[in-house]
Nanobody, 124 residues
């Protein structure tokens, strides 16, 4: 499985970006797809996830601002980010996991595949 993120960039506070994750290779359609981010000097943190049942989860800091979605036919996963804040600045990664544990979606260690990341910078 190969993942490739795109859509990052520089945006002013209050602006929007839509990140895309292209999924290729051998997939079953039953993966949980997640978005994580990592700021300089910090650990990779969970942002949002969507299960194959389309159930979604978000970290509290992005609820109401970010929306994760998937297009199964196109093998794409999206992260719509609105009302961006400077603290959202980070490299954003797309990940894929078959681990269906109740809280596995939040753990970077549960993900088997990762993309290379895309930089999001929010200026104040």
């Amino acid at each position: 499985v190969q993942l490739m993120e795109s859509g990052g960039g520089l945006v002013q506070a209050g602006g929007s970006l839509r990140l895309s994750c292209t999924v290729s290779g051998s997939t079953t359609g039953r993966e949980t797809m997640g978005w994580f981010r990592q700021a300089p000097g910090k650990e990779r943190e969970f942002v949002a996830a969507i299960r194959w049942t389309d159930v979604t989860n978000y970290v509290d800091s992005v609820k109401g601002r970010f929306t994760i979605s998937r297009d199964g036919e196109q093998d794409m996963v999206y992260l719509q980010m609105n009302s961006l804040k400077p603290e959202d600045t980070a490299v954003y990664y797309c990940g894929s996991t078959y681990d269906s544990g109740p809280f596995s979606y939040r753990r970077p260690g549960a993900y088997e595949y990762w993309g290379q990341g895309t930089q999001v910078t929010v200026s104040s």
